[in-house]
């Protein structure tokens, strides 16, 4: 069964379908309509006929409200885009007319479809759009071209061929020939291909992607509380030049080919016959974008073009509207100038990601088989403060050896040959590979054992080869292994329910695997030799963006492309004001018994030295405990019991007593779990159980946790034995252990200034998060996490799972009842007034959805728990894959800003409230921020103000109680990130009720 987000998404896409047909049927008028009385408006857009594609689509969209008994007008219109973080196929490839809506006239839409102001991925569609009155609307005007060009560049679906596709090269995407940004040339490739206009699941998931969902201008964005500080940031400002005012950058026109002609290359090449005329243009195969007003006639300019054939073409360009720097259509042409820029500049591009590398700069790390190529990530969106350029420094790792090589050494290490398919499976499916002959990556979804390359065959236009000849006539390359299995890799952009993902099949012995492995990872040596190379300074950070404006203005070709399309980048990084919010005087960490306490938070956000200096707040006596070990690890119990009783007594309330302790004779994982089943009873009442292990094994940790987590309920810690060798460091080991064993019983080790009663009402603090396995395609794990009392000391925890990949909840009004009852049994029968939410994990895309599904579940939970509870709620989407970076002024050393350091203006979303909070302090490197969008804030009886908001936030990063320090999150996220990640990693269950109350997953 789909998911409810996929049950809401087909539902929406169903509807604005139906409003495309009706508008489609509103402008199904002649190309040149008589003489209005005023300027024409949407009425005087063309509707050509349908395609085979556009039908396509329409049938199965039709076909999806059928089979879930959708009620189309029942829900607004969703809007076209992508989803964040992802390369999808923009809303112009898609074909979505209908004959019938043509023949049958209605009303246009009363909800116009409205533009996202978000970032841009460098050369993708805007990430979301939705209903905003602080973002750019588009026109009823825009609905229309943007159905007519979907349906122009529709083409016939052809059926899928029996034989593999070949390998990239085989059929190369060429460069259009008259356009100078070609944008949305996956649309075009997608149509050559002869992909049909039906719509899989992640496509018409994407439809509803909203960025702007939100885009309400708030009456207080900007904070005041804290001390203002001037910083640098790696965004460039992009300086408009040219003739036209500054509020329009393009001007768009709808083009008509006549006679019609569906080829997107011969429409380019049409086109581009007409430079003289058209200048510098952005096409997608039906609407054109020109940095210049062309020399109209009544809102027209009519032109002829003969090619080689001489068949002579007229070609109308009706001008549609004037786009202004927030319009995503606009940020979307400025990514692919600077994707061209970066090309002209010798990188290589990668554009799903948005980032460029500059082979001929790469760096060899030899003792480890290793070489980085350095590079740069950049994306254009529209901010508070104009135009801005992201511009971030960004490495790839590629590792020297041949997949074939990994082949061969992990044949020599397996057992058997099911073994040996095991080792390479689990280390290749789902990570990327390089083909060094054409410098593209490749994810790797499936090995092939029974093809080798002399057994893959595929059609060209000379006839059948195979990939050993192919390789030889297309790159010179002699494929030495003939009889080596194949990587495959699925081709998801021809993904829909009428042609099956086509493979593409890849030679090992020339594909080389990108990024670290585990086992490397794992590596001291080579996290620290990768890390010289890829862990920037601040100040190195800077100089590298120096360098990149200075290589974009001093190139002819780039700085003549920028100046082309009414640009020009700036000097130097973008300076901006910004302010710190940690006070010396209240900041500080309650401990001691009930928080007598008071440790002010200093600027390096490390407080373990006091915390081992006093006791926590609230804990049991650890009296009843029980520690399981193998004869093996004689020694390491005596250290673990000898330092148990000399250091963490001072850090506990009551007694630490002697622990009952179990050897076993042997140490496979059958012995800890037959210990763990024969000692804890109803009748031993164990509070917790310690397993010493002699080596880290994932598979023995797994079902150790398993039994403790759903099979055996009891909180329970897992310590290496080797850890415990260093003389030096026990103490500072054995002291952290106690901390997190407390945590786990359900004590409460420190805790934070939050606001009062009378500040706020009666507080519930909720982390939101799920867990995506992506690698192994495991379910998806939806963790929920909620604080008991007013400091956020305690918790309770319910954790679902979900779909496989589906970042959005549909169980949180079970698991929000749940949380709700606790909190009133623990408070006197009281329930929250004020309901602080952080959701973790949603993209950009994602945010109309969090407020359209899982908001008013939680809603819906509340009236479940009493009909007239109606408590305030403040949801805080958390984002902390960003690439905007900060540097501090102080002193004229650009170095990385404090802990607590807030920026809420210039670079911040417009019409959004949102900030970036330095909640932790990093010794190496250049320390990230984390992105808050406050997605909805009601004033309820006590209100919430910016400030408040960015207070709390910054003070709950130091609640985590497995660091004694801040954290990139507060700490109910990450806690909730923790949960979600035990029960889809390690323990592939739904953990025992009996541990809900207690963090015993930390």
């Known amino acids: 069964m789909p998911s409810l987000a996929e049950l809401v998404a087909m539902k929406k896409a169903a509807a604005r379908q139906r409003e495309e047909q009706e508008a489609a049927a509103a402008v199904a008028q002649p190309l040149h309509p008589p003489a209005p009385t005023e300027t024409p408006g949407p009425a005087a857009c063309p509707s050509p006929r349908p395609t085979g594609r556009g039908r396509g689509m329409m049938a199965a969209m039709a076909q999806s409200a059928s089979a879930f008994n959708l009620a189309p007008q029942a829900s607004p219109a969703p809007s076209v885009g992508s989803t964040a973080g992802t390369s999808s196929v923009s809303g112009r490839g898609r074909g979505m007319g209908s004959a019938a809506a043509a023949s049958q006239p209605s009303p246009a839409p009363s909800e116009p479809l409205l533009s996202s102001s978000g970032a841009q991925s460098a050369g993708g569609r805007g990430r979301g759009r939705g209903p905003s009155s602080g973002s750019v609307a588009l026109s009823a005007t825009s609905q229309h071209i943007l159905e007519l060009r979907t349906e122009s560049s529709s083409s016939a679906a052809r059926p899928k061929s029996a034989t593999p596709s070949p390998p990239s090269g085989a059929s190369p995407v060429n460069e259009r020939g008259g356009g100078d940004v070609s944008s949305s040339s996956r649309v075009a490739a997608g149509s050559r291909s002869g992909r049909t206009g039906a719509v899989s699941t992640a496509q018409i998931e994407s439809l509803t992607s909203d960025l702007a969902s939100q885009c309400l201008e708030p009456a207080?964005?900007?904070?005041?509380?804290?001390?203002?500080?001037?910083?640098?940031?790696?965004?460039?400002?992009?300086?408009?030049?040219?003739?036209?005012?500054?509020?329009?950058?393009?001007?768009?026109?709808?083009?008509?080919?006549?006679?019609?002609?569906?080829?997107?290359?011969?429409?380019?090449?049409?086109?581009?016959?007409?430079?003289?005329?058209?200048?510098?243009?952005?096409?997608?195969?039906?609407?054109?974008?020109?940095?210049?007003?062309?020399?109209?006639?009544?809102?027209?300019?009519?032109?002829?073009?003969?090619?080689?054939?001489?068949?002579?073409?007229?070609?109308?360009?009706?001008?549609?509207?004037?786009?202004?720097?927030?319009?995503?259509?606009?940020?979307?042409?400025?990514?692919?100038?600077?994707?061209?820029?970066?090309?002209?500049?010798?990188?290589?591009?990668?554009?799903?990601?948005?980032?460029?590398?500059?082979?001929?700069?790469?760096?060899?790390?030899?003792?480890?088989?290793?070489?980085?190529?350095?590079?740069?990530?950049?994306?254009?969106?529209?901010s508070d403060g104009g135009l801005r350029l992201l511009c971030d420094v960004s490495h790839k790792v590629i590792r020297t050896e041949s997949v074939l090589q990994f082949m061969a050494t992990a044949r020599r290490s397996a057992r058997d040959e099911e073994h040996f398919k095991k080792i390479v499976a689990e280390e290749i499916v789902g990570t990327s590979v390089l083909t060094p002959y054409n410098k593209k990556t490749y994810k790797i979804d499936d090995i092939d054992w029974q093809t080798s390359p002399e057994g893959c065959t595929f059609e060209t236009r000379d006839g059948p080869v195979?990939?050993?000849?192919?390789?030889?006539?297309?790159?010179?390359?002699?494929?030495?292994?003939?009889?080596?299995?194949?990587?495959?890799?699925?081709?998801?952009?021809?993904?829909?329910?009428?042609?099956?993902?086509?493979?593409i099949y890849l030679v090992p012995e020339l594909c080389q695997l990108t990024g670290l492995s585990d086992k490397m990872r794992e590596d001291f040596r080579v996290m620290k030799d990768v890390g010289a190379h890829t862990r920037v300074a601040p100040r190195d950070r800077l100089t590298r963006m120096s360098q990149f404006i200075s290589r974009v203005n001093s190139s002819p070709e780039a700085s003549e492309e920028l100046r082309a399309w009414g640009l020009k980048l700036a000097n130097q990084p973008l300076e901006l004001p910004a302010r710190n919010i940690l006070n010396a005087r209240e900041d500080c960490v309650f401990?001691?018994?009930?928080?007598?306490?008071?440790?002010?938070?200093?600027?390096?956000?490390?407080?373990?030295?006091?915390?081992?200096?006093?006791?926590?707040?609230?804990?049991?006596?650890?009296?009843?405990?029980?520690?399981?070990?193998?004869?093996?690890?004689?020694?390491?119990?005596?250290?673990?019991?000898?330092?148990?009783?000399?250091?963490?007594?001072?850090?506990?309330?009551?007694?630490?007593?002697r622990p009952k302790d179990v050897r076993l004779d042997g140490d496979r994982a059958e012995d800890y779990i037959r210990a763990i089943k024969d000692h804890v009873t109803t009748t031993t009442n164990i509070q917790i159980v310690v397993c010493l292990l002699p080596t880290k094994v994932e598979q023995k940790y797994n079902a150790i946790k398993r039994q403790c987590c759903i099979s055996t309920p009891v909180a329970s810690q897992v310590i290496i034995s080797r850890t415990l060798s260093n003389d030096s460091k026990r103490k500072r080991i054995v002291q952290n252990i106690g901390l997190q064993m407390v945590a786990k019983m359900g004590g409460e080790l420190w805790g934070v200034q939050l606001p009062t009663v009378q500040q706020v009402g009666r507080l519930m603090v909720v982390g939101i998060d799920v867990y995506h396995e992506a690698k192994k395609r495991s379910e998806s794990w939806l963790g929920v996490c909620c604080s008991l009392n007013q400091h956020a000391t305690r918790y309770k925890s319910s954790v679902h799972k979900q779909t496989p990949g589906v970042e959005l909840g549909g169980f949180y009004n079970v698991l929000f009842q749940k949380s709700l009852?606790?909190?009133?049994?623990?408070?006197?029968?009281?329930?929250?007034?004020?309901?602080?939410?952080?959701?973790?994990?949603?993209?950009?895309?994602?945010?109309?959805?969090?407020?359209?599904?899982?908001?008013?579940?939680?809603?819906?939970?509340?009236?479940?728990?009493?009909?007239?509870?109606?408590?305030?709620?403040?949801?805080?989407?958390?984002?902390?894959r960003i690439n905007q970076r900060f540097f501090d002024m102080r002193g004229g050393d650009k170095g990385n800003p404090m802990p607590g350091t807030i920026v809420d203006t210039d670079v911040t979303r417009r019409g959004f409230q949102d900030f970036y909070l330095v909640s932790q302090h990093v010794r190496q490197g250049t320390v990230t921020p984390t992105h808050y969008v406050v997605l909805r804030n009601d004033?309820?009886?006590?209100?919430?103000?910016?400030?408040?908001?960015?207070?709390?936030?910054?003070?709950?990063?130091?609640?985590?109680?497995?660091?004694?320090?801040?954290?990139?999150?507060?700490?109910?996220?990450?806690?909730?990130?923790?949960?979600?990640?035990?029960?889809?990693?390690?323990?592939?269950?739904?953990?025992?009720?009996?541990?809900?109350?207690?963090?015993?997953?930390?």
């Open 821 to 880: 009852y606790k909190y009133r049994e623990m408070n006197d029968g009281e329930l929250p007034e004020r309901i602080l939410i952080y959701r973790d994990g949603v993209g950009d895309g994602q945010m109309r959805l969090v407020r359209e599904t899982e908001i008013p579940q939680l809603i819906s939970a509340c009236r479940a728990i009493q009909p007239d509870y109606c408590p305030a709620f403040t949801v805080v989407i958390c984002q902390k």
């Open 220 to 382: 207080e964005k900007r904070g005041s509380y804290g001390r203002h500080i001037s910083l640098h940031t790696n965004h460039l400002v992009l300086e408009k030049i040219g003739n036209r005012d500054d509020a329009t950058y393009f001007t768009m026109y709808h083009v008509d080919f006549s006679p019609p002609t569906d080829n997107l290359n011969f429409r380019h090449r049409l086109l581009g016959s007409h430079r003289a005329t058209i200048g510098k243009f952005s096409f997608d195969g039906s609407v054109l974008f020109t940095p210049n007003p062309l020399p109209c006639q009544n809102g027209v300019l009519r032109l002829k073009a003969n090619l080689a054939d001489d068949r002579p073409f007229d070609i109308s360009l009706k001008h549609v509207r004037d786009l202004g720097p927030t319009d995503p259509d606009t940020t979307r042409i400025y990514g692919t100038v600077f994707q061209k820029i970066m090309r002209l500049l010798k990188f290589e591009n990668e554009r799903k990601s948005g980032k460029s590398f500059d082979p001929e700069s790469k760096v060899s790390v030899s003792q480890h088989n290793v070489e980085i190529w350095p590079g740069y990530i950049t994306s254009v969106s529209p």
């Open 939 to 1002: 004033p309820g009886k006590r209100p919430l103000d910016v400030d408040c908001i960015q207070k709390c936030t910054f003070r709950l990063t130091y609640m985590y109680y497995n660091w004694p320090g801040s954290v990139r999150v507060p700490a109910p996220c990450q806690y909730a990130h923790k949960l979600a990640q035990l029960a889809g990693l390690n323990i592939s269950g739904t953990p025992s009720e009996l541990l809900s109350d207690r963090l015993y997953f930390i």
């Open 466 to 503: 195979n990939l050993v000849q192919y390789y030889k006539q297309h790159y010179d390359i002699s494929i030495v292994d003939r009889s080596q299995p194949l990587l495959v890799h699925i081709d998801k952009k021809r993904r829909n329910p009428e042609i099956e993902p086509t493979n």
């Open 591 to 657: 401990m001691g018994p009930q928080g007598s306490k008071r440790v002010l938070i200093t600027d390096k956000c490390d407080f373990s030295n006091q915390l081992t200096a006093n006791k926590c707040i609230k804990n049991e006596p650890l009296t009843r405990w029980l520690v399981i070990y193998s004869g093996r690890d004689q020694r390491g119990f005596q250290q673990l019991i000898d330092a148990f009783g000399r250091f963490v007594p001072d850090l506990l309330h009551g007694t630490v007593e």
